[in-house]
């Protein structure tokens, strides 16, 4: 198994910056394309930001040019680095990724639980 847990949430002002990590543990033979989504109650999950193995982005069209996405493939962790926030940014922000237990297994795609960021003056 592999867990995901995200930290970075919290509260900002409007154009302020936020980093958000997730960091994957557990039983991992390799881990493929991870990514942030993000939801608001009431709202479908929306996808964020993803990025490959090889450092290949991929970003939703209302956070390029203000997020980067990020990943530390010895550390099994990836980041989103969110500047310029604005208050529709207000979500819990979720990491997925794509993993191997074993060289033989097959794919699976794992969640974390979220972490929280808030903007409001």
């Known amino acids: 198994q592999v867990q995901l847990v995200e930290s970075g949430g919290g509260l900002v002002q409007p154009g302020g910056s936020l980093r958000l990590s997730c960091k994957a543990s557990?039983?991992?033979?390799?881990?493929?394309?991870m990514g942030w989504y993000r939801q608001v109650p009431g709202k479908e999950r929306e996808l964020v930001a993803t990025?490959?193995?090889?450092?290949?982005?991929s970003y939703t069209d209302s956070v390029k040019g203000r997020f980067t996405i990020s990943r530390d493939n010895a550390k099994n962790t990836v980041y989103l680095q969110m500047n310029s926030l604005k208050p529709e940014d207000t979500a819990v922000y979720i990491c997925?990724?794509?993993?191997?237990?074993?060289?033989?297994?097959?794919?699976?795609?794992?969640w974390g639980e979220g972490t929280l960021v808030t903007v409001s003056s």
């Open positions: 997925n990724t794509d993993a191997r237990t074993t060289v033989a297994s097959r794919v699976v795609n794992y």
């Open positions: 557990g039983s991992i033979f390799s881990i493929g394309i």
């Open positions: 990025i490959s193995p090889s450092n290949r982005t």
